[in-house]
């Protein structure tokens, strides 16, 4: 990854992934929550198995049982989990004692983001109060992220707000779903296209390669 990291989520087809990974991103989520873009195990392991290697893959959860979430991430074949509802810092840690890479959303404005250390995932995520509601919150509340806690802002970021996003907040990446979408679950090519472009656009000039999915210390900037 170079620059800016970004994962394209809500994905449910094999065509909307590759034309992902085509266009530069550098993760897909599929979403096994309940959502109009819920997907099956075996459908996505369908799915995965005909991604490049380096493409990180993302299992979407919402308060399912930490059994049940390593069990599903592992039975559709996807390298990480995404913890998107209440989950508690043990319910992460039971999570992350089987799958590598964990990240953690956590919403715009509550307790859990000034306590982002506590949880120990691989990275976190930012997402409006509503978190999966598709609307953009108030940029200013990403200040209460402890410094140097590496995130991914999400929350109804398009292709017309992303650079502005990252301008303001310079998270380590973005996450966007409905943003490129022409229906649920289904992408817009031409959305998907200009969002890469916007993001790609704010890299800097002097972005380096990162791979924080496999890192010697997952949680290192927990004991900064």
Known sequence: MVGVFVKICGVTSEDDALLAVALGADAVGFVFAPSPRQMVPSRVRDIVRRLPPEIVTVGVFRDEHPQRVVEMTRAAGLKAAQLHGHETPADVAEVAAHVRTVIKAVAAGSPDVANARSFPATMMLLDAPAPGSGRVFDWKLAGEMPEGV???????????????????????????????????????????????????????????????????????????
């Open 150 to 224: 590496p995130y991914l802002l999400a929350g109804g970021l398009t292709c017309e707000n992303v650079g502005a996003g990252i301008r303001q907040v310079r998270p380590y990446g973005v996450d966007v779903s409905s943003g490129v979408e022409a229906a649920p679950g289904k992408k817009d090519p031409v959305l998907l296209k200009r969002f890469m472009e916007e993001v790609r656009a704010e890299a800097p000039a002097d972005a380096t390669d990162v791979d924080w999915h496999d890192p010697t210390r997952p949680y290192d900037w927990m004991d900064e």
